[in-house]
Nanobody
Framework: QVQLVESGGGLVQTGGSLRLSCAAS????????MGWYRQAPGKQRELVAR???????NYADSVKGRFTISRDNAKNTVYLQMNSLKPEDTAVYYC??????????WGAGTLVTVSS
């Protein structure tokens, strides 16, 4: 069983920065990958960024060059550094973990609001 706790959401102005954190805890063997998804009002949930335990990353085209995902495997924590934020980035951001032999787990979400 895995619990994911997100933090770092909040209100920021256009062009500002924010860093999201997600820490995984519980009883598990290993986590293959962790990522961030977001759901904006009226839209479906979409992948923002994902990172494997080996460090491979992928990003949504809309955030490339602005967001950076990183992972501290020793702490089972994933981060999302968000720079040059736009109002279009406003969404609930969800942390996800792909857990070996246990499937996928989701955090409760943290709200990011970018004001224009």
């Amino acid at each position: 069983q895995v619990q994911l706790v997100e933090s770092g959401g909040g209100l920021v102005q256009t062009g500002g920065s924010l860093r999201l954190s997600c820490a995984a805890s519980g009883i598990f063997f290993s986590i293959n990958a962790m990522g961030w998804y977001r759901q904006a009002p009226g839209k479906q949930r979409e992948l923002v960024a994902r990172i494997t335990s080996g460090g491979s990353t992928n990003y949504a085209d809309s955030v490339k060059g602005r967001f950076t995902i990183s992972r501290d495997n020793a702490k089972n924590t994933v981060y999302l550094q968000m720079n040059s934020l736009k109002p279009e980035d406003t969404a609930v951001y969800y942390c996800a973990a792909e857990v070996v032999a246990a499937g996928d787990y989701w955090g409760a979400g943290t709200l990011v609001t970018v004001s224009s």
